[in-house]
């Protein structure tokens, strides 16, 4: 799944001119400017920017659950103008039935689409163990602690295979070790899956979009367009221990630079005062 090993033509994902503008009672939002970008095959894309520059938007637009303003997303050259099914969605809350057990919530996935789930239930529950939640198929939410429901809500975005995963802020509403482990779980199934699963993970933390990504989009203020797509040319797996060294610190870095450079950050008074003196 690194970069270097994905075609560079074989996208899954096209959007072109994309853009958003939301029309309420007291006016309208421009969410997000003309947007054209292209998403490989089997890679990890994060995206990190400031709230409110159109991230959520983006991703509904490519689910299908909301539509352009203008332009047009293309998945598998298929025109997005539903909400497309072959795609797998976590949001930062894991939404979970609290009167269905875990494994019932991640079978929940068959039934919305009219099909049997007895026969997915071995599978279901492999999936439950290689996300670190062995035991804990028959346990209901309020019994789970915020990693797990996490966890749970993972299982259930991937039990039918999707070749798309998208993935809002999932880690945001954890401690920060748990955010740790479930990044390091997270690159161990997207190594398992290889090209056949592709993943868009939004975040506002820098360092998580460098560790788990194979590009990072960097986004502008609203209305959101794209600051820069950074390759991160770091081989897998990745190692928690170098998040604060070497490559990962510079990528992380520069996409902080990037943020200063876009007004995401303000200067300090004393640097701004340093560059008018140089
Ligand atoms: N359904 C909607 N109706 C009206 N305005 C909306 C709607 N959804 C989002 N917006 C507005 O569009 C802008 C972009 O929102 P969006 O949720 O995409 O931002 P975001 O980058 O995901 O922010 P955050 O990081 O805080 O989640 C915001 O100003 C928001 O208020
Ligand atoms: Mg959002």
């Avoid at 079978?107 to 007895?118: N, S, T, V, Y």
Wanted: proline share 5%.
């Amino acid at each position: 799944m690194n970069s270097q090993h994905v075609k560079a033509t074989d996208d899954i994902v096209a959007l072109s001119e994309v853009s958003k503008t939301y029309r309420t009672a007291t006016g309208t939002t421009h969410a997000l400017s003309p947007t054209t970008l292209n998403i490989r095959r089997g890679e990890f894309l994060s995206v990190v920017g400031p709230s409110g520059c159109g991230k959520s938007t983006l991703l509904t637009m490519i689910s299908g659950l909301a539509l352009p303003s203008s332009g047009e997303v293309r998945i598998d050259g298929q025109l997005i103008d539903k909400p497309y099914d072959r795609c797998g969605i976590a949001f930062q809350t894991s939404v979970l039935l609290e009167w269905r057990s875990v494994l019932d919530n991640v079978l929940l996935q068959f039934e919305m689409r009219g099909i049997d789930p007895a026969p997915h239930r071995a599978k279901a529950m492999a999936l439950l163990d290689s996300l670190g939640l062995e035991g804990s198929a028959r346990l209901y939410p309020r019994e789970l602690s915020g990693g797990m429901k996490q966890r749970v809500s993972i299982a259930r975005a991937l039990i039918h295979d999707p070749q798309l995963l998208l993935m809002d802020e999932p880690f945001s509403a954890v401690d920060a070790l748990t955010r740790d482990q479930l990044s390091m779980d997270l690159q161990q199934v997207c190594m398992e899956r290889g090209r056949d699963l592709t993943v868009l993970f939004i975040t506002h933390h820098i360092q998580e979009a460098v560790f788990l990504g194979d590009r990072v989009l960097v986004m502008t203020p609203r209305p959101g367009r794209i600051a820069e797509i950074i390759d991160i040319d770091i081989p897998r797996p990745r190692r928690l221990e170098d998040i604060g060294r070497e490559k990962q610190a510079q990528y992380a870095a520069h996409i902080r630079e990037t943020f200063t450079r876009v007004g995401v950050f303000r200067q300090s008074k004393t640097e701004q005062c340093e560059g008018e003196a140089a």
